[in-house]
């Protein structure tokens, strides 16, 4: 169980917008930054925002984070059949004894 | 072009030892943080441990303290984890993954294709 908390699942159509959640606490969220992954499938993980809203290099800009709080969100916008992936919410917890978190990921269906 | 190039794994018995390794290029391996993660099958991902990079910090998760060990040669820019008394839910898909800084809490923005470790008799 993490601590933090993602819907397992998310779905959308081609065009829409839609948005993933990541709920926290004030020792992780509350205090630190938040990053976003994709994982395509049968691929490895790839960086998709840091520091809550900032976009990599060859990030496409419908990709954008933002949090409040102890939460904080993805969200895709103008969607397309490529997005379809599991997405990771991370951070850094130092009340932790292991301090690197995950978020338990969400499957994102593009219908 | 950076790259990671994990190596190592494979399959073992219960009470068993696997030293991964990832060797990275392209980039300054020593002013970047570097970390591993894992993936059991059809499961999320977990963070499994990280280090700093002059190597002086180290940090695990719960699962591997006391069994897992990372380290770091910035002569040789590859990073290590050495993993002991394995067990069957050690079993999973251990990625290499670069930090964007010095710092282990940096996010990570480049990562290796993956070594498969398995553990069963």
């Known amino acids: 169980q993490s601590v933090l908390t993602q819907p397992p699942s998310a779905s959308g159509t081609p065009g829409q917008r839609v948005t993933i959640s990541c709920s926290g606490s004030s020792s992780n969220i509350g205090s630190n930054t938040v990053n976003w992954y994709q994982q395509l499938p049968g691929t490895a993980p790839k960086l998709l925002i840091y520091s809550n809203n900032q976009r990599p290099s060859g990030i496409p800009d419908r990709f954008s984070g933002s949090k409040s709080g102890t939460s904080a969100s993805l969200a895709i916008s103008g969607l397309q059949s490529d997005d379809e992936a599991d997405y990771y919410c991370a951070i850094w917890d130092d009340s932790l004894n292991g301090p690197g978190v995950f978020g338990g990921g969400t499957k994102l269906t593009v219908l | 072009e950076v790259q990671l190039l994990e190596s190592g794994g494979g399959l073992v018995q219960p009470g068993g030892s696997l030293r991964l390794s990832c060797a990275v290029y392209?980039?300054?391996?020593?002013?970047?943080?570097m970390s591993w993660v894992r993936q059991a099958p059809g499961k999320g991902l977990e963070w499994v441990s990280a280090?700093?990079?002059?190597?002086?910090?180290?940090y695990y998760a719960d699962s591997g303290k006391g069994r897992f060990t990372i380290s770091r040669d910035n002569s040789k820019n590859t990073v290590w984890l050495q993993m002991n008394s394995l067990r069957a839910e050690d079993t999973a898909v251990f990625y290499c993954?670069?930090?964007?800084?010095?710092?282990?809490?940096?996010?990570?923005?480049?990562w290796g294709q993956g070594t498969m470790v398995t553990v069963s008799s």
């Open positions: 280090i700093s990079n002059s190597g002086g910090a180290t």
């Open positions: 993954a670069k930090g964007m800084t010095t710092v282990p809490w940096s996010a990570f923005d480049i």
């Open positions: 392209g980039v300054t391996f020593s002013s970047y943080a």
